[in-house]
C-alpha cells in the first residue's frame, strides 16, 4: 500500500475533486498519509499592485474551506494544503515535500492550446517522482 498520497484539488471542479479524493480513499490503508493540494495561481506584479491584498488572501481562505468541507464529508482525516504559484511545479514540489508515493490528478479533455503548451496533468506525469493516476 501507499505510505503518502498526494491529491491536487482544482477548487472550481469539485466534483471531479471528490472523485480523486474517493480514489486516494480506496488506494489508502488505515496508516497512508493522504494529502490534499490546492494551488492558487500567482498574479503577475503588474496586475497584483492592483489587487488589493484582501482579495488575495480571501481566495486562500476560500481555497482552505473547501478543501475543508471535501475532506470532512468523505470521513477520512486529511491534511490540506494551500499553496500560490504554478500549477504542476508546485505539486511536483510538494509531492517531494510530503514523500508521496503516488499522486492522483483529475484531467480534462485536452484543448488545442494544451497540445502546445501542455495540460498541468501532462506536466505532472512526465516529471513526478512517483507513480501518478490521472482521472478522467
Same mark, same amino acid.
Given at each position: ?23 486516494? @480513499?480506496?488506494?489508502?490503508? *488505515? ?17 497584483? @499592485? ?6 488575495? %488572501? ?23 494544503? @494551500? ?12 509531492? %517531494? ?15 488545442? %492550446? *494544451? ?8 506536466? @505532472? ?12
Amino acid at each position: 500500500m501507499y505510505k503518502s498520497i498526494l491529491v491536487p484539488i482544482d477548487i472550481a471542479h469539485l466534483a471531479e475533486g471528490k472523485l480523486t479524493i474517493d480514489l486516494a @480513499v480506496a488506494h489508502a490503508s *488505515d496508516d497512508t498519509r493522504i494529502v490534499l493540494l490546492n494551488v492558487v495561481e500567482e498574479i503577475p506584479g503588474w496586475a497584483s @499592485v492592483a489587487i488589493p491584498t484582501e482579495i488575495i %488572501q480571501k481566495s486562500t481562505t476560500d481555497a482552505q474551506d473547501a478543501l475543508k468541507a471535501v475532506a470532512n464529508a468523505c470521513g477520512r482525516k486529511m491534511d490540506m494544503i @494551500v499553496r500560490t504559484g504554478r500549477s504542476y511545479s508546485t505539486i511536483l514540489d510538494v509531492a %517531494q515535500e510530503v514523500e508521496s508515493d503516488l499522486i492522483i490528478i483529475a484531467s480534462h479533455r485536452p484543448g488545442l %492550446q *494544451d497540445y502546445f503548451l501542455g495540460s498541468t496533468a501532462a506536466k @505532472v506525469v512526465r516529471h513526478a517522482p512517483c507513480s501518478v493516476l490521472v482521472v478522467r
